[in-house]
């Protein structure tokens, strides 16, 4: 039986937000994940690169906009306003922007080592870029996770 009030924006929103924090989750490990074929394929970047190589960068970096997106929207794009607006709370702004926090730090602490090391060592940029932008999706991604799951579960 359909209930007119499993389809209140209330219950909406709060399916899409048990949703949007599980394919985080999964997203985020697989992210991850993907970084082990990335470090596989290195060598392979320093030689002309083929079509797939092309496909392959374009797919991860389509992957973290992506990414970023949803963390920084919360999803929910085609919903109505109401549910938005739900989806958007108080709460959850709060988690997205001490996400956002731990990123930033997390950037600029990556940065200075890194700053420091190519004063003894050589670092070739596309390494040096591809490890920022791993460590700038997945550092946010992983604390917003991690607060709405803490949130979820003590209420």
Do not use: C
């Not at 060598?43 to 960068?57: A, F, N, S, W």
């Not at 970023?68 to 709460?91: K, N, P, Q």
């Not at 670092?123 to 607060?147: W, Y």
């Amino acid at each position: 039986m359909d209930d007119k009030s499993d389809r209140s924006p209330a219950n909406i929103a709060e399916r899409l937000q048990a949703r949007r924090n599980r394919v985080l989750r999964v997203q985020a490990v697989l992210f991850l994940a993907w970084q082990g074929v990335f470090l596989s394929n290195l060598r392979g970047l320093h030689e002309p690169l083929r079509t797939v190589d092309h496909l392959q960068l374009s797919g991860f970096a389509l992957w973290a906009a992506a990414l970023l997106m949803l963390l920084a929207t919360g999803g929910g794009w085609w919903r109505s306003r109401a549910v938005r607006e739900i989806l958007d709370d108080e709460v959850t702004r709060a988690h997205r922007a001490s996400a956002f926090v731990w990123g930033y730090w997390a950037l600029a602490v990556a940065a200075l080592g890194l700053y420091l090391a190519a004063q003894i060592v050589a670092i070739p940029a596309f390494e040096t870029l591809h490890g920022l932008l791993t460590l700038g999706v997945i550092v946010p991604t992983l604390r917003f996770v991690f607060l709405d799951r803490h949130s979820e579960r003590h209420g």
